[in-house]
């Protein structure tokens, strides 16, 4: 069975290397860099240096994915940041869903221009499974398929990036992530542009009230979504 979507891409992409102002981009969980290549390439076209790569354990399978740690996706986040930072006179973080986080995270260690801040997921629609039962049962059931966590009307209607299952081990790993993020949002002083939708089934607009609240950006934008999903 072939465990990826339609909408999976191996590959990293880098954009316009010439360019002075950097745009790092970060794609979200069991997602690849399909999810924000179109993206990274508009970018490129207007000038920016861009760079989207996979996270470790994404891009492959969903049993690398839950060999993966937390650890891993900071620091591969860390240093290609950190090597753009290096190329450019200014520079931008964006993400989506885990890619969101992360990107929260890189701007409470870097000096960076601005931030870009889309559909966050600190804390799940379906909180005390995933948050309590999913750290005991994760070893028992490795893997879920996507289709099967969504109510029986609409799993058929909604779109699925990266990996077709959940990598359940993996997702223990990331509420870690989430948690040691969410301590250190205080650090976060850019300007942010924080985006969601209404139609999201993952994360709550819940979660955007509390980055309002949480980062010491002086400059904060919120735009909300309702055509939408995660």
Known sequence: MNEHTCRFD??????NPDGRIGCYVIHGFTSSTYEVKNL???LGKQGF???AANLPGHGTTTDDCNRTNYKEWFQHVEQGFAEMVS???QIFAL???MGAVLSLHLAGIFPMNGLVVAAPVFRFNKHYRTQFLNPITCRFFPKL???GMYDRNIRNSLNYYGYNQYPMIALNEYCKLSKIVKKNLHKVKVPTLLQYTSNDLTSPSGNIKM???GISSRKIKISEYHEVSH
């Open 145 to 147: 398929e996507k289709r």
């Open 10 to 15: 191996a590959y990293d992409h880098e954009f």
């Open 40 to 42: 990274a390439e508009f």
């Open 95 to 97: 993400g989506i869903s």
């Open 211 to 213: 980055l309002k609240n």
């Open 87 to 89: 190329h450019c006179d």
């Open 49 to 51: 240096y861009v760079k």
